[in-house]
């Protein structure tokens, strides 16, 4: 009888933990960002450790070595989609060993990836965001015996939800970069907006009047309104902690019951309805690009196969030779 090969041993190591500390702070990626590429680089040193019986050493590793994971994930059956975050992990580590001087290329360069299904982003229609935007109001508004069990509903929090969701859709922010909004980002006379987006880049982008004032009406109702760099959104009505993107996703949850949507729908899908209702109206592509803050313009091009769509559907509704 074989003996089983040893269990792998806490992986520590110091390019790996250099890698990390880069994303934080030189890069400013998410939280999320961190934490998925960390699980990633972990995953494949203890694959590589069970595989060979041996610490991955990352200046000789080669094409083969990710080859064979690739395989292996294949047999674990592995979606496309995770696949591809796990190798695009691998990259962004590789190139900064690579300007650390620790390999010369890129063992994984022109690798053959499972290339995932493009899906189209999931939105709201106009009508459907006038009845989200109105579903903290609601909620506030119902009788004592239809509101929601636990604690009650106060005033305040309502209209910092207003003020959240409006915001959200008047710039069309992520998550993070809502939560991260200090008072000193905001320019009320110019209806300016200023966001820290991905690798800790900034950019100016317009807010609504309706935002602005649901903003300021949220304001008025805390015993003391934030100042300065404290942060706009508040987790409660009276520390200055910032609201988190976990809290605000609970929050759209109830919302989205009351509004008789899908609860299932994420905060990001408010972002996804704000650049549709841009391009539905005539904005054009590189002015929604740069209002997203998106790197490349083939990331928003996704949101042309939405508005694409939907007028193939229009024609075949309507015309009689469709």
Known sequence: METPPPAPPEIRDPWMDKFLAHLATDRGASVYTQRNYRQALLEF???????????????TLQRDDFRSYLRY???NRLSRAATALRFSALRTFYKFLMRHGLVETLPIKNLSLPKAPQRLPKFLTIRQMADLLAAPAKLLAAP??????GRPLSAAVCLRDVAVLETIYSCGLRVSELCGLRVDDLDFSEQIIRVRGKGKKERLVPVGETALRSIQTYWSALLNPPLGGQPVFRADTVKAAPLSPLQLARRLKNYLIVAGL????????LRHSYATHLLDAGADLRSVQELLGHAHLITTQVYTHVTTERLKKAYDAAHPRA
Request: glycine share 10%; hydrophobic share 40%.
């Open 45 to 59: 040193a203890r694959w590589h450790w069970m595989e060979r019986q041996s610490a991955a050493a990352w200046g």
């Open 73 to 75: 994930l294949g047999r």
């Open 144 to 149: 004592p015996g239809k509101k929601r069990a």
């Open 262 to 269: 899908d609860p299932a729908l994420t905060p990001h899908k």
